[in-house]
């Protein structure tokens, strides 16, 4: 079984819609949790860490399921500029591998 | 800060020729790592290193080498050019700290086995 594991998509959404992704982890040693953005041809960057208790960041939340084991990233009101590739990654809380899911494909449409 | 720059941006190899991507990073990074994006499969991990000296193997790592003499360095060695090595190597690096910091990338090198 993947350590992470992520639908694909992809997911097409109209401007101002609201959209979910969710990530499955398979690990319950896992102990932080990311999600990642990728833009065409470019590297991953940071979006946001998830914590236990969720965050915000803007348009942005995060969630964390420790119980059912997954994390899941709440985008409302999409913007054009939100299309992208959306990974998801766990870290165990021994050593320091990063697990990455296979990431979601966004595009928003106007 | 630089951050992880990687060289080269792009490369095209023969089958059998070998060479060497570059990785640094200039933020005292003692976890370092390469990673393969391929379509469909995502990232994957080929070697990774804890600090100076000390490398491991990750999920896919035949046909490649890696070392470690510094803090700041971590090439990726092809020791033989494969068409299936065709891929996007992405390096990163993170502070070996068990917690809760990122892993920031470079900017990746695509690379083409002919």
């Known amino acids: 079984r993947k350590e992470v594991e992520q639908d694909p998509g992809p997911f097409n959404v109209p401007e101002g819609a609201t959209v979910a992704f969710n990530c499955t982890y398979s690990n319950s040693a896992s102990q932080s949790f990311f999600w990642y953005r990728q833009d065409c041809r470019k590297e991953p960057k940071l979006l946001m860490s998830v914590y236990s208790s969720g965050n915000e960041d803007g348009r942005f939340t995060a969630q964390l399921n420790r119980a059912s084991q997954y994390i899941s990233l709440l985008i409302r009101d999409s913007k054009l500029s939100d299309s992208a590739t959306y990974l998801c990654a766990v870290k165990r809380n021994t050593g320091n591998q990063f697990y990455f899911g296979t990431g979601t494909s966004l595009t928003v449409i106007p | 800060n630089a951050g992880v720059t990687q060289t080269p941006k792009f490369q095209v190899l023969k089958t059998g020729q070998s060479m060497t991507l570059q990785c640094a990073q200039d933020m005292n990074h003692e976890y370092m790592s390469w990673y393969r994006q391929d379509p469909g499969m995502g990232l994957r991990l080929i070697h990774y290193s804890v600090g100076a000296g000390i490398t491991d193997q990750g999920e896919v790592p035949n046909g490649y080498n890696v070392s470690r003499s510094t803090t700041e360095d971590f090439p990726l060695r092809l020791l033989s050019a494969a068409p299936s090595q065709t891929s996007v190597y992405f390096c990163?690096?993170?502070?070996?700290?068990?917690?809760?910091?990122?892993?920031?990338f470079g900017p990746g090198t695509r690379l083409t086995v002919l």
């Open positions: 990163a690096s993170s502070p070996f700290d068990g917690g809760r910091n990122e892993q920031f």
